[in-house]
């Protein structure tokens, strides 16, 4: 569970440079001596993700690992991990479904982010207050710097900066002093002056009188989209289809005469055959592979007649590669002619002997061709020796050449290429979350064979992506077709193809709707914390309050109160529902928690808009999250005094063993020094009587005539209670208290 995983010390900031990460497994079952696995994979806010894979050595009952992090690779922001124990399934288990756990931990620091407009963000009006949040509402930066312009190198005419005291408040407001321009881009930053470095965090948005939504519509707005297959050059402002390695292995033996030796002729890429021996088995040839200079696919036996001997098949199917006989003239000019005039400048050339390359009886033609190509090594090889030879064709610098030092030799070439992709995506973040959704808008320019279109996701509150509908023209009114109580937010995927390796050009897409509300917490409009400090049985109180700091109001918002020891375990967990918020209005809420149970050092946490157990997702969809929470650290003393009790028979101290009345009055005062441990529960004390020559024990009750209870009153903590016992027989007893 959540209290496997904890943090030493347990509120984290970038200022430590390092914190301890505690892992604690428990084998519930019987102890095994061998390796098992442990992951544990950290992702933020906005994606990031950091694994540490660990091999551990057994287990035996209760075994806690411990790592340093080191924060240098940790943003500031809210994280979740996830530990996975044994995911390679390396040990028996009679059930894995306890094996995985998540944990949310928030790493603090002076950094201060852009929340208004959010990213992308299309405005209706020429005129724009921007804010900014600090990452932890309780350690605001001192001062910050914020800039504007409508290029991303800021740079331009238009470029407008000021620095802002922040003066202890978590969240900034600043309002440049410009008209916008219709249908243009603004990016804008904010960095803290705090550090010895400047660091952005930047954002964008662009003004469409009167419209609201999202676009990416300037080139440098595409950089941050998650691509598959596919590169974006902001220099360039182009996508193209990413390169991916390819390993070309052959391997040939000489002067081969049994079939173990005819199957050691053989070529792969990335350790898939291709082809093996040849046809006829025992037939003397030259094996050439032609791969495609974008692609790296092979030219196919069957793609044209140029004199090779395994055209268009052999043995019953089409080959990867061109066969040409060794010891035949015909053919050898044939393979010359292929290699000058055929091949294509800038493709790749294999070639590796089979049987024998009978090297010194080539026709001059090929000779000559092989001279052009900056090949050599041929001119020395003897006939009967394994040869191997490679050249980007038009590159006499690439050629590399393998020949045998015997007859019987088995030699090796291996050679990573890259090719390029001929399809991928390319998809954005969330989009929203929204009220409703309206036009979709998005513009391409194709170019020959290009192939393009839209997939649209939808985004539930949990954050899980379903594909609702291909997209194929440039215009879509979305307002009936997305239900955004099932689908908050949305991401576009656009999928390009060609042949020709060229992507189309994506120059904008945009979607307008209705944004839903945005909070923030503000300990600057209204907090107090009654004391980070209590004594055991006093009260935490606590005040807070959140802004609503978008354009729409928000629905009755649910508060969550945690609670966590320094074992991460959850000690206190509180839902309550606050009111509405309006558009930029406030809510405050107190809160009290009473500290009896608690003793130690905890972690108060109060998050705004958090997950709703009841159905998983955030309560209400928002566009940022990290900024609803509040973390508190706060230590309870323990009650380390007991009681005292004063016992008086018939108004006197007794000894052990002293003589009392049949019918005694029994005087019993409890007094506590703790004043939050008022004596007020009759459930405080219990009275009995024990006796020693039976050894029957006799309660007695608050109900009865016998016991009366005089609470604590006023500030002295005492309380009195009469006890008026009746003893029918004589004898020794003992009176319990």
């Known amino acids: 569970d959540e209290s496997s995983v904890f943090f030493t010390p347990s509120v984290i900031t970038t200022d430590m440079g390092t914190v301890e990460f505690n892992v604690a497994v428990v084998n519930k079952g019987r102890a095994f001596s061998t390796e098992y696995t442990l992951q544990a994979t950290f992702e933020s806010a906005n994606g990031f993700q950091y694994v540490i894979d660990t091999v551990v050595s057994g287990s035996y009952c209760r075994d806690t690992m411990t790592y340093i992090l080191n924060l240098v690779d940790f943003e500031p922001g809210e994280y979740t991990v996830t530990l996975e124990v044994d995911y390679r399934n390396e040990i028996d288990e009679l059930s894995e479904d ?7 931990f928030f790493v603090s620091s002076r950094d201060v982010l852009p929340i208004y407009p959010e990213n992308y963000a299309i405005i209706p009006t020429d005129t724009v207050t921007l804010r900014m949040s600090s990452v932890d509402a309780f350690n605001p930066p001192a001062e910050i710097i914020v800039d504007i312009d409508t290029c991303s190198t800021y740079n331009s005419s238009m470029l407008q900066t000021a620095r802002i005291k922040v003066e202890g408040k978590s969240l900034v407001s600043w309002k440049p002093e410009i008209n916008l321009i219709d249908s243009t881009t603004y990016f804008w930053r904010v960095a803290t002056t705090d550090a010895d470095t400047t660091k952005w965090n930047e954002s964008s948005f662009t003004y469409e009188k009167g419209k609201r939504g999202w676009g990416q519509i300037h080139r440098h707005q595409f950089v941050e989209n998650t691509l598959t297959h596919m590169e974006y050059n902001d220099t360039a402002k182009k996508y193209s289809f990413s390169s991916v390695p390819h390993e070309i292995t052959l391997e040939t033996r000489g002067n081969c005469s049994t079939k173990i030796e005819y199957y050691e002729c053989k070529y792969s ?18 094996h050439v592979i032609v791969l495609d200079s974008i692609t790296l696919e092979p030219w196919l036996s069957s793609r044209n007649n140029y004199g090779q001997r395994n055209y268009p098949s052999a043995n019953g199917r089409v080959r990867f590669h061109l066969a040409f006989p060794a010891n035949n003239v015909t053919a050898q000019k044939n393979l010359a002619k292929l290699l000058l005039d055929t091949v294509p400048v800038g493709n790749y050339i294999f070639c590796y002997s089979y ?5 010194q009886s080539w026709d001059q033609s090929l000779k000559d061709a092989m001279d052009s190509l900056g090949f050599s090594a041929y001119k020395t090889a003897p006939d009967n020796y394994p040869y191997i030879f490679y050249t980007q064709k038009g590159y006499p610098s690439s050629c590399e050449e393998v020949v045998g030092t015997s007859e019987k030799d088995l030699i090796r070439f291996r050679k990573i290429l890259t090719a390029n992709h001929n399809e991928g995506h390319i998809r954005t973040a969330n989009i929203g979350p929204a009220k409703s959704f309206g036009l979709l808008q998005w513009n391409k320019t194709l170019h020959d064979e290009d192939n393009s279109y839209l997939t649209i996701f939808g985004v539930t509150n949990s954050d899980d992506a379903y594909a609702l509908r291909n997209e194929f023209l440039s215009r879509r009114d979305l307002d009936t077709l997305i239900n955004t109580d099932n689908f908050p937010s949305l991401q576009l995927d656009c999928y390009m193809s060609d042949p020709a390796r060229t992507p189309a050009d994506l120059n904008y897409w945009k979607l307008y709707y209705t944004p839903a509300m945005e909070l923030a917490v503000t300990p600057e409009h209204e907090y107090a914390f009654y004391d980070d400090t209590l004594q055991q049985g006093d009260v935490l109180r606590i005040t807070v309050s959140a802004q609503n700091v978008s354009s729409s109001a928000s629905d009755s918002v649910l508060v969550m109160y945690e609670i966590r020891n320094s074992r991460n375990e959850l000690v206190y967990s509180n839902y309550k529902r606050v009111s509405e918020v309006l558009a930029y209005g406030y809510v405050v809420d107190n809160h009290e928690i009473q500290t009896n149970l ?16 009841e ?41 052990n063993g002293d003589l009392i009345s049949a019918q005694p009055t029994i005087a019993i005062t409890v007094f506590d020094e703790n004043q939050f441990f008022m004596l007020t529960d009759t459930s405080l004390v219990t009275v009995s009587i024990k006796n020693m020559e039976t050894g029957t024990v006799t309660p007695y009750y608050f109900a009865s005539e016998m016991l009366k209870v005089f609470p604590a009153e006023g500030d002295e903590n005492i309380c009195r209670v009469l006890f008026s016992p009746e003893f029918l027989a004589k004898g020794v ?3 319990h208290i």
């Open 615 to 655: 159905s998983g997702g955030y309560d209400q969809p928002e566009f940022s999250h990290f900024i609803n929470t509040y973390y508190k650290p706060s230590f309870v003393k323990r009650d380390e005094t007991a009681p005292v009790i004063d016992v008086v028979v018939d108004g006197r101290h007794l000894m």
């Open 98 to 104: 306890n094996n995985t756990v998540h944990v949310k």
């Open 355 to 359: 049987v024998n390359p009978y090297c």
């Open 598 to 613: 608690l003793e130690g050092l905890y972690t108060l946490k109060i998050e705004f808009n958090p997950v709703n157990p």
């Open 733 to 735: 007893y003992e009176l």
């Open 269 to 286: 890429i990335d350790a898939t055959m291709k082809e093996n021996t040849g046809f006829p088995e025992n037939a003397p040839a030259l």
